[in-house]
């Protein structure tokens, strides 16, 4: 027992002293408060959704509760694997031991779930406000169902070959990052490609929504021109063979199905979250070719927690059922 307390006492003076391992702590005390905020803020999210039952049914935010789990999946394995890694490196895991392989392949498969989760997230805001009609029907409680499974069905599949040894994608922390084991292992493609996939669906979706909310405005401020030009009574010359010679204008209606600011407001919520998916991909996919420093791979895996804790912080922001639920769980009334 004696000879363990002197081990731990020599592995935090090692921690506190040395320059490499000052740099450690300080990265895991910034990482620590990245965790900490996005565990507790996901749990709200759900907490949130699930007092409301209105909320608890809409089809829609089963996908925001999915995704809030995957989140929180990742920040557990981060803080119990991660950030004890970071802080003790060798004296915690070995780069190649089967725990760092089975912890990462956890991580990889609700990172690839949540990845899926995106994409039909941002196909539900397409249906729901470019094809209204038929959201019930596409977005039933027994297909949403059937889409979250196979979320998890996919991502299992994405994440399964990094057990195997060809396609190993471990947590080094000397460079506070997550490497392949065989930097030209075939496997990259396969997270290319998910990725990539999953940011088509997004792109198409989320442009088609934009077109759709332009052609809706439009056609408001081409109605509302045309109730202004009724009330005041504005005239109209007619041509010389309509008898009368003025007459008032008829109103014409708005065309096209009008977008429900409720629709919109989720839709948002779902493209910002999307945004920060696509910003945190795509620098860890190219800032290791340009920046090999500890720092760029610092701020490339900090990417990774801050994903974690946007998600919800942009719900919080702009969906005021969640606030209001929230407010109730916390306020104390008199």
């Not at 008032?248 to 065309?255: G, I, V």
């Not at 919520?269 to 791979?297: D, E, N």
């Amino acid at each position: 027992m004696a000879a363990d307390g002197q081990n731990n006492t020599n592995s935090l003076y090692m921690l506190l002293t040395h320059k490499d391992r000052r740099d450690d702590l300080m990265t895991v005390i910034v990482w620590l408060i990245m965790l900490l905020y996005a565990l507790i803020s996901n749990i709200l999210i759900i907490v949130g959704v699930l007092r409301s039952a209105a909320m608890r049914c809409a089809t829609s935010y089963w996908f925001i509760i999915s995704l809030a789990i995957c989140d929180i999946v990742m920040v557990f394995i981060s803080l119990i694997h991660l950030i004890p890694s970071t802080a003790f490196h060798e004296d915690f895991v070995h780069v190649m031991s089967t725990r760092n392989v089975v912890m990462l392949f956890f991580y990889n498969f609700f990172w690839y779930t949540g990845v899926v989760q995106l994409g039909l997230m941002a196909f539900n805001r397409f249906v729901s406000i470019v094809y209204p009609m038929e959201y019930k029907v596409i977005f039933s409680r027994q297909r949403s169902c059937f889409l979250l499974l196979l979320g998890y069905f996919l991502g299992f599949l994405a994440s399964l070959p990094t057990l195997f040894s060809c396609c190993h994608l471990l947590w080094d922390a000397h460079s506070y990052a997550t490497i392949y084991v065989q930097p030209d292992t075939w496997y990259k493609y396969v997270d290319m490609g998910v990725n990539s996939i999953s940011l088509l669906m997004m792109l198409i979706s989320y442009a088609a929504i934009i077109h759709k909310v332009r052609e809706s405005g439009r056609a408001v401020k081409k109605y509302q021109l045309s109730i202004r030009m009724k009330q005041s009574g504005a005239l109209v010359v007619v041509p010389p063979t309509c008898p009368g010679g003025f007459h008032r204008t008829h109103s014409f209606k708005a065309t096209g199905s009008q977008v429900s600011k409720k629709e919109l407001r989720l839709f948002i919520q779902f493209f910002l979250v999307s945004i920060v998916f696509l910003l945190t991909w795509t620098t860890w996919q190219w800032l290791p070719r340009f920046f090999q420093s500890k720092g760029a791979c610092f701020a490339m895996t900090s990417l990774f927690f801050i994903n974690n804790s946007v998600n919800p912080t942009v719900y919080l922001i702009f969906n005021t059922q969640l606030r209001r639920e929230l407010y109730k769980l916390f306020c104390i009334r008199g």
